[in-house]
């Protein structure tokens, strides 16, 4: 099963499951999704639960807001999260805040999904990862799907909950095709909001990742495995809630951490988790930390300096190679 074909029937089902949710974005209903996501809805909903809207961020959020503080469940969609931007008031403002601000007297169950992050040659207006942006906002819950077992899962998670969550896709996974389980395959089948999953189990380094990061990470882990060195590669799958416990209790095994994400380095996701590991696990530490990200400028367009600007395998097999003192340090390479 693709990605697309995971996310695309566990909006059916819920939609199927419950008539207060609806979908709203741009092309999700005639055009059956720019990415093909929302591909049958229309047919199957009708447009009163499947509504195409202008190329208006700000308004169409906002009335998804709106429709959540009613009762409603929608789901919003962004043909891209920057474009979110757009409409970050609504976002961060009313729904996160609101159950806070009415002492929870006021639910805002609403999902805002897309694609997050990079594509292909599509520029620094439309590259930006936002897992960190969103992650540092209480009241949000942030999750980050790798396979179609996780976009299947923590989609249909994301719609049953009380909360706003960010469902931040990858364009360049939609098309990719992965093993799913009998299990997942149920209508009733969900993942828990909150959780990583231990992709691949080691014992010398923990590796930590999420969405298209952690298939490079897989593959980084299959080359050090030839070199002799066994790499814990953890889907974080959820941003925020962050798993700690199974970060901690990974890195308290192997001793050595590499963070790997599409992100800017300051501020990212990859900071926390260090952070985490020093208040948490620092005695276990054998090497210092090894933080894997995206360049620290706007992506560029040109093919060749993209490439250099998100990270890349080889860059994840050199940084375990040094916490795992198998090469020359950056330091003394330098």
Same mark, same amino acid.
């Given at each position: 099963? %693709?990605?697309?074909?995971?996310?695309?029937?566990?909006?059916?089902?819920?939609?199927?499951?419950? !008539?207060?949710?609806?979908?709203?974005?741009?092309?999700?209903?005639?055009?059956? +999704?720019?990415?093909?996501?929302?591909?049958?809805?229309?047919?199957?909903? +009708?447009?009163?639960?499947?509504?195409? %809207? !202008?190329?208006?961020?700000?308004?169409?959020?906002?009335?998804?807001?709106?429709a959540a503080y009613y009762g409603l469940r929608p789901i919003v969609e962004f043909m891209t999260f920057n474009f979110a931007m757009q409409a970050i008031d609504h976002i961060i403002n009313s729904a996160a805040k609101s159950? /806070?601000?009415?002492?929870?007297?006021?639910?805002?169950?609403?999902?805002?999904?897309?694609?997050?992050?990079?594509?292909?040659?599509?520029?620094?207006?439309?590259? $930006?990862? /936002?897992?960190?942006?969103y992650g540092s906002c209480p009241g949000l819950k942030v999750l980050t799907p790798y396979s179609s077992e996780d976009a299947r899962g923590l989609l249909k998670a994301a719609i049953r909950d009380p909360d706003p969550v960010i469902f931040l896709e990858n364009e360049l996974l939609y098309g990719e095709s992965f093993p799913v389980s009998a299990e997942a395959l149920d209508s009733s089948f969900c993942l828990p909001?909150?959780?990583?999953?231990?992709?691949?189990?080691?014992?010398?380094?923990?590796?930590?990742?999420?969405?298209?990061?952690?298939? $490079?990470?897989?593959?980084?882990?299959?080359?050090?495995?030839?070199?002799?060195?066994?790499?814990?590669?953890?889907?974080?799958?959820?941003?925020?809630?962050?798993?700690?416990?199974?970060?901690?209790?990974?890195?308290?095994?192997?001793?050595?951490?590499?963070?790997?994400?599409?992100?800017? !380095?300051? $501020?990212?996701? +990859?900071?926390?988790?260090?952070?985490?590991?020093?208040?948490?696990?620092?005695? /276990?530490?054998?090497?210092p930390v090894e933080r894997i990200a995206g360049a620290d400028v706007p992506m560029p367009y040109a093919a060749n300096l993209e490439r250099m600007a998100v990270p890349q395998v080889e860059d994840i097999v050199r940084a375990a190679k040094r916490v795992c003192h198998r090469s020359v340090p950056l330091a003394a390479a330098a």
């Open positions: 099963m %693709t990605v697309r074909e995971a996310l695309n029937s566990a909006l059916d089902e819920e939609m199927s499951a419950d !008539p207060k949710v609806f979908l709203m974005g741009e092309e999700v209903g005639e055009y059956q +999704g720019a990415y093909k996501i929302s591909k049958g809805l229309l047919d199957k909903y +009708g447009p009163e639960r499947v509504l195409d %809207t !202008p190329i208006t961020e700000a308004g169409f959020t906002g009335i998804g807001v709106g159950n /806070y601000m009415s002492a929870g007297q006021m639910n805002v169950p609403i999902v805002f999904r897309g694609p997050n992050g990079a594509a292909a040659g599509v520029g620094a207006q439309h590259s $930006h990862c /936002y897992a960190a942006w909001i909150g959780k990583a999953k231990i992709e691949r189990e080691g014992r010398d380094v923990t590796i930590t990742a999420f969405s298209k990061m952690v298939g $490079h990470s897989l593959k980084a882990a299959e080359i050090l495995e030839k070199e002799g060195i066994s790499a814990e590669v953890i889907n974080l799958r959820s941003i925020r809630p962050l798993d700690r416990a199974t970060i901690n209790a990974s890195v308290q095994k192997t001793n050595r951490l590499v963070t790997v994400e599409e992100g800017f !380095p300051q $501020h990212g996701v +990859g900071a926390e988790i260090c952070a985490t590991i020093v208040e948490d696990s620092f005695g /276990y530490l054998d090497a």
